[in-house]
């Protein structure tokens, strides 16, 4: 129905920036809640930063001020930009979107597979 496809992670050392995005593709009438969300080897997957269709942003404390969510809804595509890189923001990368296939439909959250980000000198 919904696919998630993240793209950007890869390996950055300490200070640096990467650009992750996610696309959604399949029978979408609308998006409302985005998200990112990150886990790292033996731990909790933990929320990394939301943004709505209107383009309002919530990011984990860790976070503030590094990086940045935007969203195009024409393209039904997430972006989180992320600067300052530190060790401790390795890990696998995953979006997430509610989605409604219908005007007055209820949402339905779709996650995508995840990307890996290393960060390492």
């Known amino acids: 129905q919904v696919q998630l496809v993240e793209s950007g992670g890869g390996l950055v050392q300490p200070g640096g920036s990467l650009r992750l995005s996610c696309a959604a593709s399949g029978s979408i009438f609308s998006i409302s809640l985005m998200g990112w969300y990150r886990q790292a080897p033996g731990k909790e997957r933990e929320l990394v930063g939301t943004?709505?269709?209107?383009?309002?942003?919530n990011y984990a404390d860790s976070v503030k001020g590094r990086f940045t969510a935007s969203r195009d809804n024409g393209k039904n595509t997430v972006i989180l930009q992320m600067n300052s890189l530190r060790p401790e923001d390795a890990a696998v990368y995953y979006c997430?979107?509610?989605?409604?296939?219908?005007?007055?439909?209820?949402?339905?959250?779709?996650w995508g597979q995840g990307t890996q980000v290393t960060v390492s000198s």
């Open positions: 943004i709505t269709s209107s383009g309002s942003t």
């Open positions: 997430n979107a509610d989605v409604s296939f219908r005007a007055d439909g209820p949402y339905f959250r779709y």
